[in-house]
């Protein structure tokens, strides 16, 4: 069994907390990482899988179960994709930005703007990674999984995942337990073969962050680099020179709200209806026109629209760079979502400003802000 020294958390997360686990484990193969998970849910341990750490939040005090490090690594090109595109499987211990860089160096589109995310592959469908309007949800086929009430490995579809806004059936979210408890083992995607050369830029979403007009055309090269640009100066590439990337990315998610709350907000907070907005089309038979049409019906007042949660932070009265007195956690100086540890943070006080920050927000606004990192062993 790979069984290592225990590694403080603080030292394997982004977030840079925890300290060491009572017990450890790393699997560098496919088969490693099935039998220490089998090993560990025999044995009934509380576990949890780490990949890249950056989208964990961890206690102060000892994790009191196993930790498993996934360290698998590798891409394969499987047979059997469809005329004009490549099915890919990738170990779930792979870096997620090796990958979109070797997919873009293939001419591969269909993850290009997910540039500069940090973590592992095995992680993005847990939550759906995304960013500048694509998901992993777009180009996922299936995952290989391994069940813990079974400990059976299956091949599951991406349908079955409950793919949803940074969500999934195997997501642990703040104050419940997964629909699945399981752990990836590979994800298979299928991107499109479009070259080197200049396509046209797909979602307005990805065009305004790069300053594109509609139909614009670049090559998936040029969007990788602007994109990693743009997430630079968020402070959402990890450099170790840089504070303001000690974090967990977005440490809160846009808030998935009814349209009719959504109306009760300022005008100036940004919004994204989370359906398409289709103007209605009325048929009326001709035998049956006498020169009048009917009013459009109301539109449904429960139709789900995204908000800023960064613009509510803001707005809250506080500003990028905010910390609490004699507090070593802060606001990012670049980007209001991220809570950072400016060196030496402790988990409490990361806490504490995540609480101050979300008793703002409902105070001034009446929306509890929900995090999205995975919390272990913390509490908001």
Same mark, same amino acid.
């Given at each position: 069994? $790979?069984?290592?020294?225990?590694?403080?958390?603080?030292?394997? =997360?982004?977030?840079?907390t925890?300290?060491?686990?009572r017990?450890?484990?790393?699997a560098?193969?496919?088969?490693?990482?099935?039998?220490?998970?089998?090993?560990?849910?025999?044995?009934?341990?509380?576990?949890f899988v780490l990949?890249?750490?950056?989208?964990?939040?961890?206690?102060?005090? $000892?994790?009191?179960? =196993?930790?498993?490090?996934?360290?698998?690594?590798?891409?394969?090109?499987?047979?059997?994709?469809?005329?004009?595109?490549?099915?890919?499987?990738?170990?779930?211990?792979?870096?997620?930005?090796?990958?979109?860089?070797?997919?873009?160096?293939?001419g591969?589109?269909g993850?290009?703007a997910?540039?500069?995310?940090?973590?592992?592959?095995?992680?993005?469908p847990v939550?759906?990674?995304?960013?500048?309007g694509?998901? @992993?949800? *777009?180009?996922?086929?299936?995952?290989?999984?391994?069940?813990?009430? =079974?400990?059976?490995?299956?091949?599951?579809?991406?349908?079955?995942?409950?793919?949803?806004?940074? =969500?999934s059936?195997?997501?642990?979210?703040?104050?419940?337990?997964?629909?699945?408890?399981?752990?990836?083992?590979?994800?298979?995607?299928?991107?499109?073969?479009?070259?080197?050369?200049?396509?046209?830029?797909?979602?307005?979403?990805?065009?305004?962050?790069?300053?594109?007009?509609?139909g614009?055309?670049?090559?998936?090269?040029? @969007?990788?680099?602007?994109?990693?640009?743009?997430r630079?100066?968020?402070?959402?590439?990890?450099?170790?020179?840089?504070?303001?990337?000690?974090?967990?990315?977005?440490?809160?998610?846009?808030? @998935?709200?009814?349209a009719?709350?959504?109306?009760?907000?300022?005008?100036a907070?940004?919004?994204w209806?989370?359906?398409?907005?289709?103007?209605?089309?009325?048929?009326?038979?001709?035998?049956?026109?006498?020169?009048?049409?009917?009013q459009?019906?109301t539109?449904?007042r429960?139709?789900?629209?995204k908000v800023?949660?960064?613009?509510l932070?803001?707005?809250?009265?506080?500003?990028?760079?905010f910390?609490?007195?004699?507090?070593?956690?802060?606001?990012?100086?670049?980007?209001?979502?991220?809570?950072?540890?400016?060196?030496?943070?402790?988990?409490?006080?990361?806490?504490?400003?995540?609480?101050? @920050?979300? *008793?703002?927000?409902?105070?001034?606004f009446?929306?509890?802000? *929900? $995090?999205?990192?995975?919390?272990?062993?913390?509490d908001?």
């Amino acid at each position: 069994m $790979p069984e290592i020294t225990p590694v403080p958390l603080a030292e394997l =997360t982004t977030l840079r907390t925890g300290a060491a686990p009572r017990r450890m484990l790393e699997a560098t193969t496919r088969e490693e990482l099935i039998d220490a998970l089998r090993e560990v849910w025999a044995d009934g341990d509380e576990w949890f899988v780490l990949g890249g750490g950056s989208n964990l939040f961890v206690g102060d005090e $000892p994790f009191d179960g =196993t930790v498993i490090r996934i360290r698998t690594r590798g891409i394969e090109r499987l047979e059997g994709a469809r005329a004009g595109t490549t099915l890919l499987r990738v170990q779930a211990g792979h870096d997620w930005d090796d990958l979109v860089a070797q997919s873009v160096a293939a001419g591969l589109a269909g993850i290009e703007a997910m540039s500069g995310i940090p973590g592992t592959v095995g992680a993005a469908p847990v939550q759906n990674v995304g960013a500048y309007g694509q998901e @992993i949800a *777009q180009t996922l086929v299936e995952v290989e999984l391994i069940d813990e009430a =079974t400990g059976e490995v299956s091949v599951v579809p991406a349908s079955d995942l409950g793919l949803g806004f940074r =969500t999934s059936v195997l997501k642990h979210h703040y104050g419940s337990v997964p629909a699945r408890r399981a752990a990836i083992l590979s994800v298979t995607l299928e991107l499109t073969q479009v070259g080197h050369g200049e396509v046209p830029v797909q979602g307005d979403q990805l065009r305004r962050a790069l300053g594109l007009e509609p139909g614009a055309a670049v090559s998936l090269a040029w @969007i990788r680099e602007h994109v990693l640009a743009t997430r630079r100066g968020k402070g959402m590439v990890l450099d170790e020179d840089d504070h303001d990337t000690w974090s967990a990315g977005s440490f809160f998610q846009n808030a @998935i709200v009814p349209a009719s709350f959504a109306g009760t907000l300022p005008e100036a907070c940004p919004r994204w209806p989370m359906e398409p907005d289709v103007e209605p089309v009325t048929v009326i038979p001709l035998e049956r026109y006498d020169w009048l049409v009917p009013q459009p019906a109301t539109p449904s007042r429960q139709a789900e629209v995204k908000v800023s949660a960064a613009w509510l932070i803001e707005h809250a009265g506080i500003p990028k760079g905010f910390s609490l007195p004699r507090s070593r956690a802060a606001v990012s100086t670049k980007h209001a979502l991220a809570l950072t540890n400016r060196g030496g943070a402790t988990a409490a006080e990361l806490a504490e400003l995540a609480r101050f @920050i979300q *008793q703002r927000v409902h105070q001034d606004f009446g929306l509890l802000l *929900q $995090p999205e990192p995975v919390l272990i062993d913390v509490d908001l």
